[in-house]
């Protein structure tokens, strides 16, 4: 099955894994945080857990807790790199392709920061972190943010640039429609953009950008025609609900139904092939 037939899931716990697999689910992501917070009995029990389903490890969000520093007052790049070993260690014994780098409280910076400082850390940061996910073939994509999560790399032509000014086979993009739709890029031509951009996020929330869900009734026609958009630009790759909630079947059901009546439109037009 090709990527852009994948439409995935992301997971707050492992328990979330069943409900997943019952709605349908390509693939599923675990939060990078939560993999390194696994003492290595936990991750082993984690690991045989997902092979006792047919879904795809695919990828990887919430990459870090905040006190792993992108970028800002207490960046260390010894540190961010440690992490990053550990991370990729465990996202390559799991089959992981991709990690999201958002993770807003990392990169955050104060008022008056040195931006150009900060611009210079953040691809420091990115380097040394595409090069330990690199070891297992994972590419590394950095991620946009609305600024109600961080107030560094808001918009899509800012984190496309950084990826193209970096130059390095496993650094790309990833781009999340719900933080798009906060900066008024939800329905951006992204043609241009597309050698840059490997993954795609999108969801809703239940009335703050804390508790990001499944996608809301009277949304549905702005979401199917977003990822038609989207693939008709170009894109080959996968669409995740990206949910701050656990899985539940009923909501997550109906928003696979959304995103697989879109996947079978691009079938049918030989979108994908």
Same mark, same amino acid.
């Given at each position: 099955m090709k990527d852009e037939n994948l439409c995935g899931c992301t997971l707050l716990r492992m328990e979330d894994m069943e409900n997943a697999f019952l709605c349908g689910f390509d693939y599923v992501e675990f939060?990078?945080?939560y993999l390194v917070s696994l003492s290595e009995q936990e991750f082993a029990v984690l690991k045989k857990q997902t092979e006792s389903y047919p879904l795809k490890v695919y990828a990887l969000n919430a990459y870090c807790p905040p006190e792993i520093r992108m970028t800002g007052d207490g960046f260390d790049l010894r540190q961010a790199k440690a992490y990053a070993a550990a991370c990729a260690k465990r996202a390559g014994k799991l089959g992981v392709r991709f990690?999201?780098?958002g993770s807003p409280?990392?990169?955050? +910076?104060l008022e008056g920061y040195d931006r150009t400082l900060a611009i210079r850390q953040m691809k420091d940061f990115l380097?040394?972190?595409a090069e330990e996910f690199g070891h297992y073939g994972i590419t590394v994509c950095v991620e946009p943010l609305a600024v109600c999560y961080s107030n560094f790399i808001n918009y899509v032509w800012e984190a496309v640039r950084l990826v193209e000014e970096m130059d390095c086979e496993n650094i790309k993009?990833?781009?999340?429609?719900?933080n798009m739709e906060h900066m008024g890029e939800g329905d +951006?031509? +992204?043609r241009k953009w597309m050698p840059y951009i490997a993954h795609a996020h999108?969801?809703?929330?239940?009335g703050t950008p804390d508790m990001r869900s499944f996608f809301r009734p009277e949304k549905k026609t702005v979401?199917?025609?977003?990822i038609r958009r989207l693939y008709e630009n170009g894109y080959t790759g996968a669409v995740s609900v990206e949910v701050d909630i656990p899985v539940d079947r009923k909501r997550a059901a109906d928003t696979l139904q959304v995103m697989r009546l879109q996947r079978n439109f691009n079938r049918r037009n030989r979108i994908c092939i």
């Open positions: 939060m990078g945080k990690v999201g780098i409280r990392s990169r955050s +910076l380097k040394a972190t993009a990833v781009i999340d429609f719900y +951006l031509d +992204l999108i969801s809703d929330d239940d979401h199917r025609q977003r």
